[in-house]
């Protein structure tokens, strides 16, 4: 019995993370720390495996302010993997984005962009 | 560590071992579990299924910060995870009832199957399966590979319990090995296949986190094959003692485990196919460029290797008799020989960006940001048309590269980058002056401009299968609010794109508005925003995209020539009329010229041409990669 449970206890500290993979974002649009032409009306976050529609948190702070962003502005487009954010009309040149999802195999993961416009 | 992680892992492996101890118990000659093994079965579901339930738990309470909604089990019944781990905790309480208290152990090892298949399914490559093949083939990976570790574990388990006189655990490793060589090659196949999925190239198994743990995970598995062919010979009646084949099934146990290992830290690691590669070689194998770099070099010395492959086989074959040990000395050396010889004739010059994706994507924007910097810092040595005859190379007698030839699409946009950054013969670097995205903005720019002249090769009739030409992508207003790309069709359905650059070509777009209706493409048409307003809207529901500046235009200008019309000097950059045929995976397949003939198909031909390109299945190349 001592045995199995000091094999048991070795293949336990070998197995930390059996199906713990993330969620990468892989490209946005605008992309990371791109500087553009005017402030953007919708941002694409590209990912690298299916995400939890549910489970999505955004937040857009423009210039230190931040953006009323609420689940009916996120669209999931499962074809492509991309995640769909309306932003409100407005006018601004710093642009950070935080982000928050679920991915399909349950594992949580997040992450933050910055992107700038050049005439606000 | 993260617990929910740990927290899997943990569950998983207890199933394992329950479902090991329980199947190596029950079958011939005990076909009713012993006592001592009935409690640690018991003991092991009961763990099993504390882990699922703590892992319900921490889920939810994670999830809160998600939802905005209070902490409940609720919460993660919604998610696909949570749906699988509920019906788990069902199963294992079933187990554990059947076991405990019904005595049906047979009972118990069916439905800790079915716990072992929902780890299968929750896995990550199981949740990204983009197709019912796809999670066929992961959720067989997954639970064979839990079977095989359970059967180790139960086979292990039945020799530390039985001793040498009666022996009884060769008949459960005979009953073992008749599933167990199936099976391995089943979990060998199925890796494979997602191994492609995950690594998407051999750079990618080479120069990678993922990909290095791929090959210390098969290395381990190699070891794992090797203790148990040892174990079958055993089986069979070789000279092995018993005492040498319990040290051969506990080394399988430790290599399984080590698999378990590298599986683990893998699932944690970025996929190879979505990480960035830093080429840690100075070479490459690329047979067909070293060929096409030096032909009669690239030749003699595939002689010179295939000569001494053949001389070392001649001597192996004449003495493998007579002089065993100096044949295959000759053999080994022969071969070795062959590989020194044939690799570097076979391989190219290679640098650590020589994998990199580009950061900049090749749209509009980028492609015209890199033709302006093009004009700025490359024009006076590389040519007004890139065809290495500009001012400052015929005053100094150089010979600069020939950017609209085909060789510049051979090397890979990471070879360029190397190139621009750091410099290449008498070309300066221009890390210092060009920021990163600028670099990669000119290599859009160079590779628009090559392919363009390729893409004379381009007919009116789609060659099958056979893509290569990336389209151009660009965005485009839909409304007062709304976006698109171009991009955003692929993996969808085909666009048939269509430039109108004077206003009498607007008839055919009034035709194809009229009759493309209820095509398995999307129409685009790309033209002046003045002219748009003039276009009733017929049945179809095409995009107009109004390009006032012509930005979009120019970019796909660069497609424009053909072998009748090569224009290599910029005669003529704006055709009145271009189609452009582009699959539903974002590869422009066939392309029509107003002032060519055939100048545009009937509706028919062209409904016959997409009917027959939808039939295609999924293109998967690195060019797909390279263009994203």
């Given at each position: ?120 | ?200 190239s051999w750079a990618g198994l080479v120069a ?69 590669i830093?080429w840690p070689f100075s070479f490459r194998w690329a047979p067909v460029l070293a060929w096409q770099q030096d032909p009669t070099g690239t030749v003699q010395q595939l002689a010179w290797g295939a000569a001494a492959g ?25 071969v070795l020989a062959a590989l020194v010889v044939t690799l570097p004739a076979t391989s190219i010059t290679a640098y650590p960006t020589t994998y990199m ?44 590269a020939n950017?609209?030839e085909p060789h510049v699409n051979w090397h890979t946009h990471g070879d360029m980058f190397w190139w621009?950054?750091?410099?290449k013969g ?24 090559s392919?363009?002249?390729e ?13 290569w ?152 190349s690195a060019a797909?990669?390279q263009?994203?």
């Amino acid at each position: 019995m001592v045995t199995v449970l000091r094999w048991l206890s070795v293949c336990l500290a070998c197995l930390p993370s059996w199906v713990g993979a993330h969620a990468h974002l892989l490209h946005t649009e605008p992309p990371a720390n791109a500087v553009i032409g005017q402030s953007p009306q919708q941002l694409r976050l590209k990912f690298s495996e299916p995400i939890e529609k549910k489970f999505v948190r955004i937040k857009v702070i423009a210039n230190a302010q931040p953006l009323p962003v609420n689940a009916e502005n996120i669209q999931w487009d499962a074809v492509t993997l991309t995640l769909l954010v309306n932003l409100p009309t407005h006018v601004a040149n710093n642009y950070e984005v935080q982000w928050s999802v679920l991915a399909k195999d349950g594992h949580a993961s997040r992450g933050q962009f910055v992107f700038k416009v050049k005439t606000p | 560590m993260d617990p929910i992680i740990a927290l899997r892992g943990a569950q998983t492996a207890l199933m394992a071992f329950a479902f090991g101890l329980l199947w190596t118990t029950s079958t011939p000659p005990f076909n009713t579990p012993k006592l001592s093994a009935h409690r640690l079965v018991a003991w092991l579901i009961s763990s099993a299924l504390c882990c699922a339930l703590l892992r319900l738990g921490y889920t939810a309470w994670t999830l809160q910060d998600l939802s905005n909604e209070p902490f409940s089990l609720g919460l993660m019944v919604q998610t696909h995870v949570g749906q699988i781990v509920l019906a788990q905790v069902v199963c294992l309480l079933l187990a554990l009832t059947s076991l405990m208290w019904l005595r049906n152990h047979k009972l118990s090892v069916c439905v800790l199957l079915l716990a072992m298949l929902g780890s299968a399914l929750t896995g990550h490559v199981a949740a990204a399966a983009e197709s019912w093949v796809q999670l066929l083939v992961s959720s067989l990976h997954v639970l064979l590979a839990q079977l095989w570790l359970s059967g180790v574990i139960g086979l292990w388990w039945r020799a530390k319990t039985s001793d040498a006189a009666t022996n009884t655990w060769r008949l459960t490793l005979a009953h073992f090995s008749t599933w167990a060589l199936p099976g391995m090659l089943l979990i060998l196949a199925s890796g494979v296949s997602l191994a492609n999925d995950t690594v998407a190239s051999w750079a990618g198994l080479v120069a990678t986190p993922y990909g290095l743990l791929l090959v210390l995970k098969l290395m381990m598995v190699a070891g794992a094959l090797v203790c148990a062919w040892q174990l079958r010979t055993w089986l069979r009646g070789s000279q092995t003692s018993d005492a040498q084949a319990r040290t051969w099934l506990t080394s399988e146990l430790g290599l399984a485990l080590a698999v378990l290992l590298m599986a683990s830290w893998l699932a944690s690691t970025i996929p190879a196919a979505h990480d960035t590669i830093v080429w840690p070689f100075s070479f490459r194998w690329a047979p067909v460029l070293a060929w096409q770099q030096d032909p009669t070099g690239t030749v003699q010395q595939l002689a010179w290797g295939a000569a001494a492959g053949v001389v070392g086989l001649m001597l192996w074959l004449l003495g493998r008799h007579t002089f065993r040990l100096l044949a295959r000395v000759a053999l080994c050396t022969g071969v070795l020989a062959a590989l020194v010889v044939t690799l570097p004739a076979t391989s190219i010059t290679a640098y650590p960006t020589t994998y990199m994706h580009s950061s900049a994507r090749l749209d509009v924007v980028s492609v015209t940001a890199g033709h302006a910097l093009y004009e700025q810092h490359c024009q006076s040595c590389h040519g007004l048309h890139g065809h290495g005859d500009g001012p400052l190379a015929i005053l100094n007698q150089m010979k600069p590269a020939n950017l609209t030839e085909p060789h510049v699409n051979w090397h890979t946009h990471g070879d360029m980058f190397w190139w621009l950054s750091h410099g290449k013969g008498l070309m300066p670097g221009f890390a210092d002056v060009l920021t990163v995205d600028e670099r990669w903005h000119l290599i859009n720019w160079l590779v628009a401009q090559s392919l363009g002249h390729e893409a004379r090769s381009l007919t009116n009739t789609p060659a099958p299968f056979n893509p290569w030409l990336p389209s151009i992508d660009f965005r485009f207003q839909m409304d007062t609010t709304n976006f698109m790309s171009l991009s955003e069709w692929r993996g969808l359905h085909a666009v048939h794109l269509v430039f109108v650059n004077q206003k009498n070509e607007l008839q055919r777009v009034r035709d194809l508005l009229q009759d493309m209706k209820g095509f398995p493409a999307q129409l685009v048409i790309v033209s002046r925003p003045e002219w748009l307003k003039d276009l009733v809207k017929g049945p179809c529901e095409a995009i107009l995209v109004g390009d006032s500046e012509g930005v979009i235009a120019q970019a796909w200008s660069n497609y424009r020539r053909s072998f009748a019309v090569p224009d290599l000097f910029n005669e003529e950059t704006r055709v009145p009329r271009m189609e452009f045929l582009i699959d539903r995976y974002g590869f422009v397949r066939a392309r029509w010229r107003s002032d060519e003939s055939p100048s545009a198909l009937s509706i028919n031909e062209l409904k016959q041409i997409y009917d027959t390109l939808s039939l295609e299945g999924k293109i998967k190349s690195a060019a797909i990669h390279q263009h994203d």
